[in-house]
């Protein structure tokens, strides 16, 4: 694919029920066999093992399908996505969607068999990954010293750094009185949710005009007896880097607080710049981005929490040990926060997180970032080109991504971001990111080209851009009322704000589209 030739897209339409509207009343897709006699004279009905007050009254009304119409409806709603692996989707910066080898999945199905439960003398090869990637490989590109896999996600690591530092203060008998994080509105909003969430109170520093973050005038205003930690992203999502950083962590440090480095946008800076040197207490990295693994979030992912040793002790249980022969998952640990997920983890992020950085070694490590730059440079050259885009703050240089703004395009057009975003859609490309709320930039975009992308790629994904932008000033009804070719058309974003039209589950749906039908007397059975 070459810069200038668009290709024709369109998505399939299925009109897909959901799961629940699917099936008839005593389909199957596999039928479990009895039990055997044997077995049940000597455990006795299954239903018995159930403490009473937990055993259901009536079944749960599941959907009941066969085989080829679970296959048929599953493949046919991954029909009407663009994921990871269909299109160029680098529009998804702070995401960092790169490329996650196939062949790590060969790598997973062999620990695809190990129980949760089992014996560690049994998974010494994989306790021994688990060791190794934190304490050779993080250890070194971060310079922390001892690290956690048991959060499931960038926002529970900061969740869990947080905690870490509400036990320390805690020893200290300072948790009375120190009680203030200090962030900036450019990091993540989980550095300031996740906090909150373990008690603290936050305060917000926004971005000096110029500098396109907060000064450090601004960080010595902010601290005080009061303060407990900092908890900054760096690069911020705006791809700016504070260059003054350690001189950030060393005022924190003198009114007394700790400070912790949400790493998740670390593609970059691996092998450039580390944690330690800037000095922080501890932090994180999301090895569901940087790391190769495919995203999950707070679901199948991983933000692995690193701390310095004098932080090692407050760590989430189990703790991977080795004492020179066989490694442990040590669980008696009195001042450790305690658990924060369930059994080891995420295991099969690590386990790619560690075969992806093996298969690189610390030179290829240091090519990622410096690819993932170099490709943030050109996009950046290809994306100012563009009639309509702004790139707000004076910073010239930025790191892994850029905030740009769409608001002299909205000015002179009438078409805003979200606008663009979906038209996007209509070439066969993923939505991209706008912002976090609440948008300091106007119209904000904010694409990632991290290492993955080739400039064929970054060529096309500039082109329909460069294409949607030029159909904004010529047509804009056409951009406004996108997507056209996609599986859905543009959502009327009304009902969002009626609770009285939406429903977080299958159930409660029912009950008010019931309601609904019962106050427009159209109430009745529906057909299968
Ligand atoms: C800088 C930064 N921090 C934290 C997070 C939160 O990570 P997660 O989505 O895994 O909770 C993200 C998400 O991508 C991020 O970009």
Not at 257 to 265: I, K, P
Not at 330 to 352: A, M, N, Q, T
Request: hydrophobic share 35%.
């Amino acid at each position: 694919m070459t810069d200038g030739a668009l290709r024709r897209y369109h998505a399939p339409v299925w009109n897909e029920p959901v799961v629940s509207e699917l099936g008839r009343r005593g389909e199957r897709g596999i039928f479990v066999p009895s039990t055997e006699n044997g077995i049940r004279k000597a455990v006795g009905p299954a239903r018995t093992l159930v403490p009473k007050g937990m055993r259901r009254r009536v079944p749960p009304r599941l959907p009941e399908l066969s085989q080829p119409q679970v296959l048929r409806h599953f493949l046919r709603l991954s029909q009407s996505v663009l994921g990871m692996d269909l299109n160029i989707d680098l529009g998804e910066g702070t995401c960092t969607m790169k490329h996650s080898p196939k062949v790590h999945e060969e790598v997973l199905r062999r620990i695809a068999e190990v129980h949760p439960l089992q014996d560690p003398e049994t998974i010494q090869g994989l306790l021994e990954i688990l060791y190794e990637f934190g304490h050779t490989f993080l250890r070194e590109i971060s310079g922390l010293d001892a690290f956690s896999f048991q959060p499931g996600g960038g926002s529970e690591a900061v969740y869990t750094n947080a905690c870490i530092l509400r036990k320390h203060l805690e020893r200290r008998g300072e948790l009375e009185t120190r009680n203030e994080i200090i962030t900036t509105i450019f990091s993540h909003p989980c550095d300031a949710a996740s906090p909150a969430t373990a008690g603290f109170k936050i305060v917000t520093l926004y971005p000096d005009e110029r500098m396109g973050r907060p000064t450090t005038e601004a960080l010595k205003a902010a601290v005080s007896k009061h303060t407990a930690g900092l908890f900054i992203t760096n690069p911020e999502d705006t791809g700016i880097f504070n260059t003054e950083i350690d001189e950030w962590t060393r005022i924190v440090h003198e009114a007394g607080g700790l400070c912790a480095y949400d790493q998740a946008n670390a593609n970059a800076i691996l092998g450039v710049t580390r944690a330690r040197e800037a000095g922080f207490d501890m932090g994180f990295f999301n090895l569901h981005k940087t790391f190769s693994s495919p995203h999950g979030s707070d679901g199948p992912a991983c933000g692995a929490v690193g701390v310095t040793r004098e932080l090692e002790r407050y760590l989430p249980v189990p703790v991977v040990t080795f004492d020179g022969s066989k490694y442990r998952l040590e669980y008696d640990r009195p001042d450790s926060i305690g658990k924060v997920r369930d059994f080891l983890g995420s295991v099969p992020v690590v386990v790619r997180a560690y075969a992806w950085a093996l298969s690189l070694g610390a030179d290829g490590l240091r090519q990622v970032a410096e690819t993932s730059m170099l490709n943030n440079r050109y996009l950046e050259k290809k994306i100012l080109a563009i009639p309509g885009v702004g790139k707000p703050y004076a910073v010239d240089a930025r790191v892994d991504q850029i905030r740009y703004s769409w608001q002299k395009l909205k000015d002179e057009t009438g078409v805003g971001t979200e606008d663009i975003e979906r038209r996007m859609v209509d070439y066969g490309i993923q939505s991209y990111f706008l912002s976090h709320h609440p948008w300091v930039v106007p119209e904000p975009f904010t694409p990632e080209p991290c290492e993955t992308y080739s400039k064929a790629d970054i060529d096309y994904w500039a082109t329909v851009l460069r294409q949607v932008a030029a159909e904004a000033y010529a047509d804009p009804q056409t951009v406004k009322s996108a997507p056209h070719r996609s599986s859905i058309s543009k959502m009327d974003p009304a009902p969002f704000d009626d609770p009285a039209r939406w429903a977080m589950t299958w159930r409660a749906f029912l009950r008010k589209r019931g309601a609904g039908e019962r106050a427009r007397g159209t109430a009745g059975p529906r057909g299968p």
